[in-house]
């Protein structure tokens, strides 16, 4: 059985992550813990599956706090201390769905999704009638809304002036992004501000496209400094400069990786981040002090902890990030969208404007493919990869850990992986001559697939 992809559980709420499934996963993971607290998006499907997931829990034992909408990050930070499980499913449409599990402030691990998935499947009954759990309204979007301004202030410089504007998508970022700015002392606009389940201003996912009318908007205000565009969850950030260009997301790594570099005191500084992510990270983290680990998409806090347990006594995990998800471990180990939305504004205030920051960011043309490859022909097709990129490329130094990923002298690189979602083999390269890459690229994942098939 394998319920949980990169990012949790996920999928259409009547096919797949139905009340029947949240009602088995919360009995599997009522096992783990004691207390839950339990929080939801605002999707029209996410009352019944919180209600499912509330009745597995309490069946297996765990008491319950139930903390109605949150921004996911704004669950992470409640399960601090405890475990918590938040319905939602981030992006997609608003059909679907989702389950993410957290203990102490970070997401589940695959071992321990893994064990959830095994008592899903052995359908293990509740405990016995007089161990049920308890359950209790909490309320904890104050208390996250004001730790968040509090982490921020540290960061940059004042909002006093600065004009943001927000698109939070009718997503949770409406209950916490335009409030946390406001508390610094910025001048906010909010658009698609209010919480409804059917995204009626845009679709869920913040995209050059998806965020028109927020690029429009800056570009005919000339007083705007700053777009924040957010996703259903408010766990992603797309940053939009003043005249409405879409900021590429890792120019937004790379500044604040190295932002954090900087400021830290240690001697081993370790930006975490996933194979995917452009060299451009990498240059401002080494010119900041410090170095780069790589770690498999959907699994930031994985790499955390790796780095942490693989460093000396020096060694300090700064920031992780993957494209359009940030975890600043000062604060938190969650991917926290809002948290970036007031860091990176409190670092325009101090830089005076967007411009300043991108300067000394390496911005080389990036593209992404995807070429088709059915589900069961991904794994001989990866393994025929991992030697014929090689071949193909024999100038650059291959690693094979996730996916296959090349890396040229000149600071080009091109990385093959399969999806973990979808049947498709992608590929994702950065250069100069970036066209000619992915072509080249191209031409070796379909002679791969074609064999295979």
């Not at 499912?52 to 139930?66: Q, W």
């Not at 589940?108 to 161990?131: C, I, K």
């Not at 975890?327 to 969650?334: D, E, L, Q, Y």
Request: negative net charge; aromatic residues 6%; glycine residues 10%.
């Amino acid at each position: 059985m394998n319920l949980f992809g990169t990012a949790g559980i996920r999928g259409s709420a009547v096919e797949t992550v139905t009340p029947e499934l949240a009602l088995a996963v919360g009995r599997a993971a009522g096992a783990d813990g004691r207390e839950f607290v339990v929080a939801r998006d605002g999707r029209e499907t996410g009352p019944a599956l919180a209600a499912a997931m509330e009745a597995g829990l309490e069946s297996a034992g765990a008491d319950v706090r139930r903390a109605g909408q949150l921004p996911t990050p704004a669950l992470a930070f409640a399960s601090q201390g405890r475990r918590g499980a938040m319905l939602t499913a981030s992006h997609n449409p608003p059909t679907d769905n989702g389950i993410k599990l957290f203990v102490d402030g970070e997401e589940y691990d695959r071992e321990a999704e893994e064990t959830v998935e095994s008592r899903v499947a052995a359908d293990e009954p509740p405990v016995a009638w007089d161990e049920w759990g308890d359950g209790e309204r909490v309320n904890v979007l104050d208390e996250y809304r004001e730790a968040v301004a509090s982490y921020a202030a540290r960061q940059g410089a004042p909002l006093d002036g600065l004009r943001v504007v927000a698109d939070c998508g009718n997503g949770m970022a409406s209950l916490a992004t335009p409030q946390v700015l406001r508390r610094l002392g910025a001048d906010v606009v909010a658009l698609n501000a209010n919480v409804d389940g059917h995204f009626p201003g845009r679709e869920s996912k913040p995209t050059p496209e998806s965020l028109e009318d927020l690029r429009a908007f800056l570009a005919s205000d000339p007083d705007a400094d700053l777009g924040i565009g957010h996703d259903g969850d408010a766990d992603r950030i797309v940053v939009v400069d003043g005249d409405g260009e879409v900021v590429h997301e890792d120019t937004v790594v790379a500044i604040l990786a190295a932002h954090y570099t900087e400021r830290s005191d240690a001697g081993d500084p370790v930006v975490v981040t996933t194979p995917n992510a452009s060299g451009r990270i990498d240059e401002r983290v080494e010119a900041a002090g410090g170095r780069v680990e790589r770690v498999r998409l959907g699994a930031l806090h994985e790499g955390i902890a790796a780095a942490r347990e693989a460093g000396g006594e020096d060694t300090a995990v700064v920031f992780a990030a993957e494209p359009w998800k940030h975890v600043h471990t000062a604060f938190g180990g969650w991917i926290d969208g809002v948290v970036s939305a007031a860091v990176v504004a409190r670092l325009v205030a101090e830089a005076g404007g967007l411009g300043p920051l991108r300067e000394p960011v390496t911005e080389r043309p990036y593209r992404k493919v995807s070429v088709s490859c059915p589900d069961d022909a991904k794994a001989a097709a990866m393994e025929r990869l991992e030697s014929a990129v090689p071949g193909r490329f024999p100038d650059a130094s291959v690693a094979t850990e996730y996916g296959v990923r090349a890396s040229f002298p000149d600071g080009s690189w091109v990385l093959v992986r399969p999806s973990g979602t979808e049947p498709y083999v992608r590929i994702y390269a950065e250069s100069d001559d970036v066209d000619d890459l992915v072509e080249a690229a191209t031409e070796v994942v379909e002679d791969a697939v074609a064999a295979e098939t």
